[in-house]
T-cell receptor, first 116, second 113 residues
Framework: AQKVTQAQTEISVVEKEDVTLDCVYE???????LFWYKQPPSGELVFLIR??????QNEISGRYSWNFQKSTSSFNFTITASQVVDSAVYFC?????????????FGEGTQLTVNP | DAGVIQSPRHEVTEMGQEVTLRCKPI?????LFWYRQTMMRGLELLIY????????DSGMPEDRFSAKMPNASFSTLKIQPSEPRDSAVYFC???????????FGPGTRLTVT
């Protein structure tokens, strides 16, 4: 069985603060993919990043960075110098090709509110 | 390139009526997914297709729900008869080869009264 846990239900920060969203996953397989999606108040789900289980390099894209650590089964997401437009629900997801095909297992999501 | 297209964006119907949701995946993508999102259950995968063939429909709640993909550019999700507990946002998503990132449509907000 696979599972994604986002322990932080809600986070509230003030603009320009850095914020880290936690994601912990469980899987028995050696080949898997991890994803982050953003769901702004408008409702659409926006793909942010994909990582495969063989690539533990951290990724940086502008103010966004991701820290993948297999040793702790974590794939955390950091927003540097947060902005009001970052307010959204963020979902971490896992895809396990060997046992579940293309099924995405989503975490419960973290509601991030960035206050001006 | 156009993203995943869903219609209608909003649907309000009365209990017992048939509802049909439509989806056009991104051209070239060969996997298509239907999800439902509610406050209580979060995001649930209902069914997914690979090369127009249903691969896993274990998430379909009951026989009132059915999905088809007659060709690579069109899919429908039908609820007959609809019930108030079906009220949710229904998302369609597509991906290439099924293992890569899924791109979501804007969703259809369904309200059954």
């Amino acid at each position: 069985a696979q599972k994604v846990t986002q322990a932080q239900t809600e986070i509230s920060v003030v603009e320009k603060e850095d914020v880290t969203l936690d994601c912990v996953y469980e899987t028995r397989d050696t080949t898997y993919y991890l994803f982050w999606y953003k769901q702004p108040p408008s409702g659409e789900l926006v793909f942010l990043i994909r990582r495969n289980s063989f690539d533990e390099q951290n990724e940086i894209s502008g103010r966004y960075s991701w820290n993948f650590q297999k040793s702790t089964s974590s794939f955390n997401f950091t927003i540097t110098a947060s902005q009001v437009v970052d307010s959204a629900v963020y979902f971490c997801a896992l895809s396990n090709a060997e046992t579940s095909g293309s099924r995405l297992t989503f975490g419960e999501g973290t509601q991030l509110t960035v206050n001006p | 390139d156009a993203g995943v297209i869903q219609s209608p964006r909003h649907e309000v119907t009365e209990m017992g009526q048939e509802v049909t949701l439509r989806c056009k995946p991104i051209s070239g993508h060969n996997s298509l997914f239907w999800y439902r999102q509610t406050m209580m259950r979060g995001l649930e995968l209902l069914i997914y297709f690979n090369n127009n063939v249903p691969i896993d429909d274990s998430g379909m709640p009951e026989d009132r729900f059915s999905a088809k993909m007659p060709n690579a550019s069109f899919s429908t999700l039908k609820i007959q008869p609809s019930e108030p507990r079906d009220s949710a946002v229904y998302f369609c998503a597509s991906s290439y080869a099924g293992l890569y990132e899924q791109y979501f449509g804007p969703g259809t907000r369904l309200t059954v009264t």
